[in-house]
């Protein structure tokens, strides 16, 4: 079944060290996001790629950098991990035309900080 | 300013009760869509409406919107206890591209 899949589920990472969650999709998507969820609050989108354009956020704190090598593949990285970022890391796709229309969602990467 | 804001936060009820959440936005929209959200999980696209419509059906999901008060109402008929979730509306913020979700509501349906 296409879907969008996110590795690894759970990511324990030390204070300050780099980490790195990813997402792949067999959707053939042209438009991959990255979200972040904190506990009982809504997903704040961190930022997006169409195609092999990125958009950030203007209010994405600068620890947070993504690739996307290909279309079925994007990363989110986070060169150092602090407390606040304990998280779900939630990845969505969607077809061009595209941000109005309907997203597919992983089933998240939970991120824990100690 | 968060675009879509959700009412009630939590709803509690019995099984085969219908469940009612409500969902507020301040600017035009393109479309409002439904989603939920399992504890722990990703999101799940329940409906979307767009700003023609005034109601769509799906199962035993009903969503209503009045763009003239720029509010929607997502209604679960007969629920089950499996219905249990957070649900979210989102809308897009208006031709920035961006799907802004509210803060949710969290439905509880006792079996």
């Known amino acids: 079944d296409a879907m969008v899949i996110q590795n690894p589920r759970y990511q324990v990472t030390q204070f300050g060290k780099p980490v790195t969650l990813s997402c792949s999709q067999t959707?053939?998507?042209?438009?991959m996001y990255w979200y972040q969820q904190k506990s009982s609050q809504a997903p704040k989108l961190l930022f997006h790629?169409?195609?092999?354009?990125?958009?950030n956020e203007a209010d994405t704190p600068d620890n947070f950098q993504s690739r996307r090598p290909n279309t079925s593949f994007c990363f989110l990285d986070i060169r150092s991990p602090g407390l606040g970022d304990a998280a779900m890391y939630l990845c969505?796709?969607?077809?061009?035309?595209?941000?109005?229309?309907?997203?597919?969602f992983g089933p998240g990467t939970r991120l824990l900080v100690l | 300013s968060q675009q879509g804001e959700e009412d009630p936060q939590a709803l509690s009820i019995q099984e085969g009760e219908n469940a009612t959440m409500n969902c507020s936005y301040k600017?035009?929209?393109?479309?409002l869509q439904w989603y939920r959200q399992n504890s722990g999980r990703g999101l799940v696209h329940l409906i979307l409406?767009?700003?023609?419509?005034r109601e769509k059906h799906s199962g035993r999901l009903r969503v209503t919107l009045d763009t003239s008060k720029k509010s929607s109402s997502l209604l679960i008929t007969a629920s089950r206890a499996a219905d249990t979730a957070s649900y979210f509306c989102?809308?897009?913020?208006?031709?920035?591209?961006?799907?802004?979700f509210g803060q949710g509501t969290t439905l509880q349906v006792k079996p």
């Open positions: 409406i767009r700003s023609n419509e």
């Open positions: 959707l053939n998507h042209n438009v």
């Open positions: 790629y169409y195609d092999k354009d990125f958009n």
């Open positions: 600017t035009s929209i393109n479309n």
């Open positions: 969505a796709t969607s077809t061009p035309g595209g941000f109005q229309e309907t997203q597919y």
């Open positions: 989102a809308t897009d913020a208006g031709n920035t591209g961006k799907l802004i």
